[in-house]
């Protein structure tokens, strides 16, 4: 229903100069999207109360409000004479809508509410369009959509996703956007969260793990109780990049996540020893972003000092984990074997405060644009490694923009890691297996066949001459019989 909406904001889009690339459009597309959410929330939050029979005070009043700055209208049609546009709309934009907006984060009763959010979001934005005729007619477009049931917030939420995906397959940080969402779906599935559980992701990006989880864990049925417990106290993520943060809080919206509990800030600027019990979590699901190079005082957060911003991390996510809590962290697959200091450092440490039960081996290209090979390290805190299930995924392709990553391809992961069944593509190890020295986490499949060893030159023509020799032989040996 929405298709045609998302193809003319985009035609516009393409048109205006202020706009240059697919991070642009899903940033702009965003604020506009976030604004026409509200609105469709402040009506529900009103006609409520007027059912109630309370007076409701809304969050944005006065000319800011959608109907009467982006859509005003008479007897319910758009009022042309009315509104805003050409330079007068984009001066109300910068000048009056955004700084109003962006005063809400000193207003807001905590940073849990909406209103904080909402000045969060316009803290961090900053308008691109320079034409007021073309955004009117985005408003005008965006006006069209509805945030009112389900249905609707999960088409708009498939429609978003595609522009979040095609935004991290734009570049070459194409993971750092956006992580697969079979692949997602896949870890969840393997996790298996229940409600009541807190679920947090310290590098949240596009919100792709709290969105998936909260699809997985939403049902019909759901008592009055469990759904509070979903919107409020389940899903938390930690964000440093302004555009990642931005779209995070929308992809949850979208979602039906009210007031996303995600926070604007840097991760690992929190000192790890200084983490206490009410800080921690049930599960921990993330994509850190790879490579990076911290800031010293940053690292001096961590008992291993390292410059990989992926190591740091997963120090944070192992803290941060409460005693049986389960995780399940995306890192570069060198992690496995790499022979600096830090690495075998880290791999003590999650070996001995952790059970690592499962690697997934994920093939080239599963993350597009990111140039690199990664494993999903699944574990639980609160006991040593034993025995370690791998499985090396194998979808029979080469994986690509035009073939990427589909649930079928991890169906047959899911199904075998209940019982850690091994097969042509899975195997277990032992943590009494591993060099102590080095705690070598390398994957090589013992089921595979081996490679035929490639032979020297020198090796081919002896075994010719040879068979030449032979040949000759028989044939002497033939010329005798006759």
Not at 72 to 93: C, R, Y
Not at 210 to 217: P, V
Not at 320 to 338: D, M, Q, W
């Amino acid at each position: 229903m929405y298709e045609n909406a998302f193809n003319s904001i985009e035609k516009d889009l393409r048109a205006e100069e202020g706009i240059a690339n697919e991070l642009d459009y899903v940033e702009q597309t965003s604020w506009v999207l976030f604004l026409k959410y509200l609105d469709d929330l402040e009506n529900e939050r009103r006609d409520r109360a007027e059912l109630d029979g309370r007076t409701y005070s809304p969050i944005i009043d006065g000319d800011h409000r959608w109907g009467r700055w982006a859509a005003p209208k008479v007897n319910g049609e758009f009022d042309h004479n009315s509104a805003l546009t050409g330079d007068d709309l984009i001066q109300f934009v910068n000048e009056k809508l955004f700084p109003y907006l962006a005063s809400f984060r000193q207003s807001a009763s905590g940073p849990r509410t909406i209103e904080y959010k909402i000045g969060e979001v316009f803290t961090e934005l900053r308008n691109k369009f320079r034409s007021g005729y073309i955004l009117r007619d985005v408003l005008e477009i965006v006006d069209g959509l509805n945030f009112n049931t389900q249905a609707e917030r999960h088409e708009l939420s498939q429609l978003y996703e595609t522009r979040i995906r095609r935004m991290g397959n734009a570049g070459r940080n194409g993971g750092e956007y956006y992580t697969p969402r079979p692949l997602i779906r896949a870890i969840i599935k393997v996790i298996d969260p229940k409600i009541g559980e807190t679920i947090y992701d310290g590098a949240v990006g596009s919100a792709g793990f709290l969105c998936e989880s909260y699809e997985y864990m939403r049902r019909d049925g759901l008592s009055a109780s469990d759904y509070e417990t979903l919107q409020i106290r389940t899903f938390s993520g930690q964000e440093k990049k302004s555009l990642a943060y931005i779209i995070g809080i929308m992809n949850m919206v979208l979602h039906g996540i009210d007031a996303p509990n995600i926070v604007h800030t840097n991760s690992l600027n929190e000192n790890v020893m200084d983490i206490q019990e009410k800080d921690r979590h049930d599960i921990i699901l993330a994509n850190p972003p790879f490579g990076g190079g911290e800031r010293r005082e940053v690292q001096q957060n961590f008992p291993i000092r390292t410059g990989e911003t992926a190591y740091l991390f997963l120090q944070h996510f192992i803290r941060k984990l409460r005693a049986g809590g389960r995780a399940a962290i995306v890192i570069k697959n060198t992690f496995l074997s790499n022979s600096d200091g830090a690495s075998i450092a880290l791999r003590k440490e999650l070996l001995e405060g952790c059970a690592l039960h499962t690697i997934l081996d994920c093939p080239q290209g599963t993350f597009q644009g990111a140039g690199v090979k990664t494993v999903v390290l699944f574990f639980k805190k609160g006991e040593p490694t034993r025995d370690i299930w791998i499985y090396q995924l194998n979808p029979g392709r080469n994986m690509g923009k035009t073939n990427p990553l589909s649930d079928d391809d991890l169906a047959e992961f899911v199904t075998m890691q209940k019982m850690f069944v091994e097969g042509p593509q899975s195997w277990r190890i032992t943590r009494e297996s591993l060099d102590p020295s080095t705690f070598d986490l390398s994957v090589k499949n013992p089921n595979a066949p081996e490679a035929e060893t490639m032979r020297s030159p020198e090796d081919i023509i002896a075994d010719i001459l040879a068979r030449d020799a032979e040949a000759a032989d028989i044939l002497e040996n033939i010329r005798g019989l006759l």
